[in-house]
């Protein structure tokens, strides 16, 4: 391959590494890349090397580990003191209005779909829902056997965050959300 190619190809290899949400096996970055193993193993090896501010290249703030039966990008462990504060002080923030309300519908009513949360809320819980998965408060639970549609729970960690020991102490609501049938209506649609 001729420089320009090399180039390209080093740039095709940290963008699929980028958005890999886990390790990608040799082969499969080879063949997506159109070069042979051998290759590819060579370049990623070089891709880390570079990072770790090996032949006079400055240090970064990830690093690209073969770990896993595959390549991943990872955060650079001399910035993990950064690296955990910044995401314990983003976790750490107070939940929105809406986040509450959507916890709310999931405590009371799991397992349940994000059609039936919306159906509830009135509004698009997209989002909202995306963020209790992340901050682990909410964990896909399943999936409804009509429709396929992701059904949600509260997690261990929501349990410990509110200071139960089990969603029974939850307090009675009952007559504030709509009955179980109303919502199988909405999950239809």
């Known amino acids: 391959m001729d420089r320009r190619a090399d180039e390209d190809v080093l740039g ?28 590819t193993d060579a370049m990623l090896r070089a891709i880390a090397a570079d990072y770790r ?7 970064r703030g990830f690093c690209l580990r ?3 039966g595959g390549w991943r990008l990872y955060t650079n462990p001399r910035f993990a003191d950064v690296v955990s504060a910044h995401v314990a002080a983003e976790n750490s923030g107070r939940l929105s209005a809406a986040a509450l309300e959507t916890l709310a519908v999931i405590a009371y009513r799991q397992p349940v779909t994000r059609a039936q949360i919306a159906a509830i809320r009135g509004v698009s819980v997209d989002s909202v829902v995306r963020t209790l998965v992340t901050r682990g408060l909410v964990t ?6 009509a ?8 997690t261990e960690y929501f349990l410990e965050v509110m200071g139960m020991n089990s969603l029974a102490e939850l307090a009675p609501l009952a007559p504030y959300l709509p009955e179980a049938y109303d919502l199988q209506e909405e999950d239809m649609q």
């Open 53 to 59: 501010g090996e032949g006079g290249a400055r240090t």
């Open 12 to 39: 095709a290899l940290e963008a699929l590494l980028l958005v890999a949400r886990e390790p990608v096996p040799l082969a499969t970055l080879a063949e997506a890349v159109g070069a042979s193993e051998a290759e």
């Open 140 to 145: 896909e639970a399943g999936a409804t056997a």
């Open 147 to 154: 429709s396929g549609a992701a059904l949600y729970g509260t």
């Open 66 to 68: 073969e770990a896993g």
